[in-house]
């Protein structure tokens, strides 16, 4: 299981969408997708770069059992994976979506299911401080692992640290398990201005 806070270190957005990736990136507000080579390496060098467009760049590309994977290390708009409504549309149709980010000081996972957000999850406290009527089947399946509505998290969530915790919502949500293999080699991406 990958350490997301060991790969990206501060500031990063995940997100897994029951989608093919171009439709995926297009529902998170890309206007063109386009083949990336080195997606990971040209993100570090426009975090480094003096810029004052409002564009961020997505990449995406294809996981296992039809989820596709989408990162986002450009947060200084905030996160296009985060906002409702980029949830909403990849989950839009009986679809699921599940997006994790961190800041400083917070480590929050957000799943999404049929157009609406049902829960949020603080990685931190391993607690659930919301979730939407509807959302038993998703809650369910992270409280099996130890997350918790409001005493301690117990289980897995308890011997896990904030990083592990994140890696176990996804896996509990979406049955996928994200490998360090799967953030190497060649993404689709294009820039993005939905998380203005």
Known sequence: MVDLLELFGEGWCVTLAHRAPVQALERMGVREVA???????????????????????????????????????????????????????????????VSAFEDPNQLMVHVAADGQVVCE??????????????????????????????DEPTGQVAAADAAGRVALALRAVTGVELQEEDFDGPWLGGLSKAGE
């Open 35 to 97: 083949e990336v080579a080195d997606g990971l390496q040209l993100v570090t060098e426009r975090l480094e770069a003096d810029r004052t467009e409002p564009d961020v760049l997505l990449l995406g590309r294809e996981l296992r059992g039809g989820w596709s994977l989408v990162v986002e290390l450009e947060g200084t708009l905030g996160w296009v994976g985060m906002d409702r409504g980029v949830l909403a549309a990849l989950s839009a149709g009986g679809q699921m979506a």
């Open 121 to 150: 999850l603080d990685a931190v406290s391993g607690r659930l401080p919301y979730e939407a009527a509807g959302a038993e089947e998703t809650v369910e399946a992270l409280l099996s692992v130890g997350f918790s509505r409001g």
